[in-house]
């Protein structure tokens, strides 16, 4: 990915800001990373927080960027109460409340539900399907 950087920002902007990290705990961070930098090349401005984000910061970095998307992941399924609770303190933020959020990992790869369950507005297997998914979210198509 670092070799396609020259390319990443050389494409026409969308106007549209995306948020993107691991949930709190969660070590593993290449999968959103990738997800950062395939929604930059489509012309997104994304913001990688990295792996382990607390909640405190992640609607922070939602304020601070007027984001419209919020990019979780999650890869061991014991962080699944993780997702469940970031989303829960992001949908409580007045001014942040209402931005979309997706989430992807390994548990949401095996159970295709969960998603809904831990309340995401929408989940992406890869991070080539991440870009569809932001985009529809942001349009509502």
């Known amino acids: 990915m670092a070799q396609l950087y020259p390319f990443v920002f050389s494409g026409p902007s969308k106007n549209r800001r995306l948020v993107a990290t691991s949930v709190s705990g ?3 961070e290449i999968g959103i990373r990738m997800v950062a930098d395939f929604l930059e090349m489509d012309g997104w401005d994304t913001y ?4 382990s ?3 405190a910061n992640v609607v922070q970095a939602l304020r601070d960027n007027n984001a ?3 990019a979780l992941s ?3 399924t014991f962080h699944v109460r993780n997702v469940e609770d970031m989303i829960r303190v992001v949908r409580a933020a007045k001014d942040v409340g209402n931005v979309k959020i997706m989430v992807g ?3 949401f790869n ?4 969960l998603w809904r369950q831990v309340g995401a507005d929408a989940y992406a297997a890869d991070a ?3 870009v569809d998914t932001a985009n529809r979210l942001v349009t509502g198509e």
């Open 53 to 55: 984000t607390p909640a």
């Open 128 to 130: 080539l399907a991440a």
């Open 68 to 70: 419209q998307v919020l």
């Open 74 to 76: 999650a890869t061991m």
């Open 105 to 107: 990992g390994y548990p």
């Open 110 to 113: 095996i159970e295709k539900d």
């Open 26 to 28: 969660e070590l593993h």
């Open 48 to 51: 990688y927080l990295g792996a």
